[in-house]
């Protein structure tokens, strides 16, 4: 019997295919396993996740910087991350099904699939994917695709800070692709193959280490809380010694409880030194810091906060799923009880019939909205169809126009989450639509 689990995330996957949130990469083809691609609404879902990490980290501060690195980089980078040698998963491969796993995947002697004892023995993959610069393909062309966007911090952390006359402590921010040959990918986009980060890298004197560790992990929890995440849904987990990456001193992740487990949403690490002493040691470039105020020289630490959008993404229409009865009816609705400023769609747009210039004082009134907002006109279907198709894509209002409109100049406004329905003046829709977005929290309504 299918796991309640199981069921609620086949559910949610199933809508976001059918509403257009996300879709399978080349899928006429078959698919592309492990890569996605953001239909209508799941580029709006992660663009305003974006927006939001972009104006907490870099917009409200003095002291971040933001960056957009190229996702090539000299090949050496590699070798001074780390990335060649460690970036590497054990593999172990089912002779009888070809099926590969993790290592870690592995808790008997038995392949997990289809129950064989015929696994090979662990061999290293490493998970960088490889191309070629230039039309030679040999061996010393070969570049790589990045795993992560912290080396185009590292390698510009004396171009930014000359250029911004920033001095430590101070951080630099970027969002951008990453690539990851991941050995057993899934859940959907949680795990894939190309995904974006954001990431910010915040440099400090050692002996400062510790308490800008602490002052970051507080940020970046309660900025989850600030984009609605239930707060018995979101947990810290500490790493244990053999948990720790290649480069990290400390490492927390701030897990979520996905349908599928508790699961990493983002990582907050202290790296140390490793990363600019690498990079000295590799590029020959002196990169210590002449710290004048306290009167030494030394390279920076770095705590890093690394976030995943896809992640993000997933976590936040997790965490909205709702199935609940429908008011006044015995019916059922699906709704997306997200926070209003990540909604993909802010407002839709209705005429209550398709006549007596309901359509046109409607489509008039989206042209204004669209100023401000991502609105949809919908005249298709019963009002109720109408608005649960806004439900299920999180849409917090919907302004339907009917006969009075056409008198006074006021619409229906209803709310998603208590599907209350108030009367306003249409002039007051957009002030409204923006107070209600400021003071939204979890289960108030109108
Ligand atoms: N620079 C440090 C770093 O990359 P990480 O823990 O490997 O650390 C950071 O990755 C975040 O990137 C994760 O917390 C997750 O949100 C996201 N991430 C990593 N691998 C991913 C994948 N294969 N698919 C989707 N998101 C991924």
Excluded at 99 to 117: L, M, V, Y
Excluded at 154 to 171: A, D, L
Aim: proline residues 4%.
């Amino acid at each position: 019997m299918e796991k309640q689990q199981d069921r609620v995330m086949n559910e949610i996957v199933s809508l976001c295919k059918r509403r257009g949130f996300f879709f399978q990469s080349s899928e006429i083809y078959g698919g592309l396993n492990a890569c996605w691609d953001s239909g209508p609404l799941g580029v709006e879902l992660k663009n305003n996740i974006k927006r939001e990490w972009w104006r907490e980290m870099v917009q409200l501060r003095q002291d971040v910087e933001g960056l957009d690195a190229a996702i090539l980089m000299h090949p050496r980078v590699w070798e001074a991350s780390g990335h060649v040698e460690s970036f590497v998963d054990p593999l172990i491969e089912c002779k009888n099904c070809r099926k590969r796993f993790r290592a870690d995947e592995i808790t008997s002697d038995k392949c997990p699939s289809c129950g064989n004892a015929a696994l090979t023995e662990p061999r290293m993959f490493n998970l960088m994917f490889k191309t070629f610069l230039g039309p030679l393909e040999e061996e010393e062309n070969t570049i790589y695709l990045r795993p992560e966007t912290a080396q185009g911090i590292y390698v510009n952390y004396q171009n930014v800070m000359v250029t911004t006359r920033q001095k430590i402590p101070f951080g630099i921010a970027q969002i951008g692709k990453a690539f990851r040959n991941e050995i057993s990918p899934g859940n959907f986009i949680f795990r894939s193959r190309e995904f974006e980060q954001m990431e910010m890298q915040f440099f400090v004197n050692p002996k400062e280490a510790d308490k800008w560790f602490e002052y970051w992990r507080e940020k970046r929890w309660n900025w989850y809380l600030a984009m609605g995440f239930a707060p018995d849904k979101i947990h810290w987990h500490q790493h244990s010694e053999n948990e720790l990456a290649h480069y990290a001193k400390a490492a927390y992740d701030i897990e979520f409880d996905f349908p599928f487990g508790r699961k990493e949403l983002e990582g907050v690490h202290n790296r140390g030194d490793y990363d600019l002493t690498r990079h000295q040691q590799y590029s020959g470039k002196n990169l210590e810091y002449n710290d004048t105020i306290a009167g030494e020289r030394y390279i920076p630490y770095i705590i890093e906060t690394s976030g995943g959008v896809d992640r993000c993404a997933l976590a936040v229409l997790c965490d909205a799923y709702t199935v609940e009865p429908e008011r006044n009816t015995d019916e059922m609705r699906t709704v997306l009880k997200m926070h209003p400023k990540l909604s993909p769609i802010k407002v839709g747009v209705f005429p209550l019939v398709k006549k007596d210039g309901m359509p046109e004082v409607a489509r008039e009134i989206c042209t204004e909205l669209r100023k401000s907002f991502m609105v949809f006109y919908d005249e298709k279907d019963s009002i109720g169809r109408r608005y649960r198709r806004q439900d299920e894509a999180g849409t917090p209002f919907c302004v339907t126009v009917d006969g009075q409109t056409l008198q006074d100049q006021t619409v229906t406004i209803r709310e998603r989450d208590t599907m209350v329905q108030v009367r306003v003046k249409i002039d007051e829709i957009a002030r409204m639509i923006d107070e209600y977005t400021g003071s939204w929290k979890r289960d108030k309504g109108i």
